[in-house]
């Protein structure tokens, strides 16, 4: 199984739709997980930490399921500028350091 | 508190000369990752240190590679004798400890002409 696996997409919505992605993970042993979000050729920014089941803010809400060893990330009301590639982050890889997945492309159209 | 820097942000090499990434971590962020990525492709897991320790290299080619991070001063890569290969975007990334959200530089463009 690979560390961290994502639906590539890419997931073209219209505005105002909601998404949502999921990732899974091989290590469960990883007690923290990050989303981050990429736009074309800049750096990734981190978009949300999930420390416990879940997290939300404001248009965004990440769930953890430990016990399948995935995470998801909601996107609701969704607006052009959310056009990027979301990025999931176990804490721990094999090795205990953060190993990205290659991400999800969203894009959404007017 | 000023974010992650890197220097330079583009970087032209010939083929055959040295490049060197420079990272200096946020305020009170012991811990550095670099990764690198290739254009239409995702960010892949260099390398990851402490101060003045390396963590873990196992994303870091065994050749013309090398990374530190002093006590004092930015983390450096370096890259020997530079081929094409290695024409990427260079991030770094740092954490105030392990298990914590990492922040990110705006990243080094390398260009080996």
């Not at chain 1, 930490?49 to 997290?55: D, I, L, M, P, R």
């Amino acid at each position: 199984r690979k560390e961290v696996e994502q639906d590539p997409g890419p997931f073209n919505v219209p505005e105002g739709a909601t998404v949502a992605f999921n990732c899974t993970y091989s290590n469960s042993a990883s007690q923290s997980f990050f989303w981050y979000r990429q736009d074309c050729r800049k750096e990734p920014k981190l978009l949300m930490s999930v420390y416990s089941s879940g997290n939300e803010d404001g248009r965004f809400t990440a769930q953890l399921n430990r016990a399948s060893q995935y995470i998801s990330l909601l996107i609701r009301d969704s607006k052009l500028s959310d056009s990027a590639t979301y990025l999931c982050v176990p804490e721990k890889g094999s090795q205990g350091n953060l190993i990205f997945g290659k991400g999800t492309k969203l894009s959404v159209k007017p | 508190n000023a974010g992650v820097m890197q220097n330079p942000r583009h970087l032209v090499r010939r083929r055959g000369q040295e490049a060197r990434l420079r990272c200096s971590p946020m305020k009170g962020h012991s811990h550095v990752y670099w990764y690198r990525q290739l254009p239409e492709e995702g960010l892949k897991f260099m390398v990851y240190l402490q101060k003045e320790n390396i963590i873990d290299e196992s994303g870091m080619p065994k050749e013309r590679f090398s990374a530190e991070f002093p006590k004092e001063g930015p983390s450096i890569l370096r890259i020997q004798q530079v081929v094409r290969g290695d024409s990427a975007a260079y991030f770094c990334a740092s954490s105030p400890r392990e298990g914590t959200e990492a922040f990110f530089g705006q990243g080094t463009r390398l260009t080996v002409v």
